[in-house]
């Protein structure tokens, strides 16, 4: 007879764990973050998977990529963070309501698709933060202190910059959804000769997405151009023509459909930064530590694979 699974409820440290290994891909850098060493971490993982009955983490060339059961797990951890970390606040009798402005610089895409539901988490936390979103193509210097915080889809981040990868955004070709049709997914070289292209405005100070637009589609295809992600989406919705999206839209939009698989070369990290001398602000510290869980928890539930590779 099988054995069954354990009947008792899994301690929140074990949550922790999972959670942090899942964050770096990594025992070795998750051993750091937890102070446990080597072999008790791997003990520890040994143990929640025996709770479990099933494994949580692939490993593959020693990079630990979480299952759909891990997935499962890591994203409770991240669901409950904010909890954790309001109560840890009231513990210490520190911060206990940080009040105050966070300016926050974030691309409109993910302002309408993947920000509401952090923020109503959050504010229902900590409603003495009054939260303010600076939405555009042009990123709000951090630097010049033109916001506090920044959510950006980038391969790099300034070195000086502090904060953390929470996953990747995919990227795929997406039209109007047709009703009582099934989906059709075509090969790019296929779909770049089609006419009815949505690219962006033209910018010598252009981003890898126009780079790739440009070179992939033909101009006599390009039918309609906009400035930014958002807009872009609006006329697929409309039913103006196609345009490259972030693979989100298709678990965020109930009118578009992705008519390509993801393309490899535009996957990109989405970064939570700020500046290094206001990182202990109690408002913006608490701003990291619950947005940077809720992100990550939002992004992997609309796009189940992105949080795999975030370190």
Not at 31 to 55: D, G, P, Q
Not at 139 to 161: F, G, P, Q, T, Y
Not at 276 to 298: D, Q, S
Request: hydrophobic fraction near 45%.
């Amino acid at each position: 007879m099988p054995t069954k699974p354990s009947t008792n409820n899994l301690p929140w440290t074990d949550f922790q764990i999972v959670l942090v290994t899942a964050r770096h891909a990594s025992v070795a850098k998750a051993c750091k973050v937890l102070n446990m060493t080597h072999a008790t971490l791997l003990r520890k993982l040994e143990a929640i998977e025996s709770h479990f009955r099933t494994r949580l983490f692939d490993r593959v060339r020693g990079k630990y990529t979480l299952t759909t059961a891990g997935l499962e797990i890591a994203q409770a951890a991240e669901s409950f963070l904010p909890l954790a970390l309001a109560a840890e606040s009231r513990a210490r009798g520190q911060d206990l309501r940080p009040s105050g402005e966070v300016r926050i610089s974030v691309a409109p895409i993910i302002t309408q698709l993947l920000l509401p539901p952090v923020l109503q988490q959050f504010s229902g936390i900590f409603p003495d933060i009054k939260i303010e979103i600076s939405s555009s193509r042009e990123h709000a210097s951090i630097r010049r202190r033109e916001a506090d915080v920044a959510i950006r889809v980038s391969d790099n981040v300034a070195d000086w910059l502090v904060g953390r990868k929470l996953g990747n955004v995919d990227f795929k070709i997406f039209a109007r959804k047709r009703t009582g049709q099934a989906p059709t997914q075509m090969p790019i070289a296929e779909l770049s000769k089609r006419k009815g292209w949505i690219g962006f405005e033209r910018d010598e100070r252009d981003l890898k997405f126009d780079r790739w637009l440009g070179r992939t589609v033909p101009e006599d295809n390009v039918v309609l151009r906009v400035d930014n992600f958002f807009h872009a989406l609006t006329m697929v919705e409309a039913g103006l023509g196609m345009a490259l999206l972030p693979a989100f839209v298709e678990h965020g939009s109930r009118k578009v459909q992705a008519v390509s698989d993801a393309i490899d070369e535009l996957r990109t990290p989405l970064w939570l930064i700020t500046h290094p001398e206001i990182k202990n602000t109690a408002r913006i510290n608490v701003v990291m530590r619950a947005f940077g869980p809720a992100l990550t928890h939002a992004l992997g539930r609309m796009q189940p694979d992105s949080t795999t590779a975030s370190s």
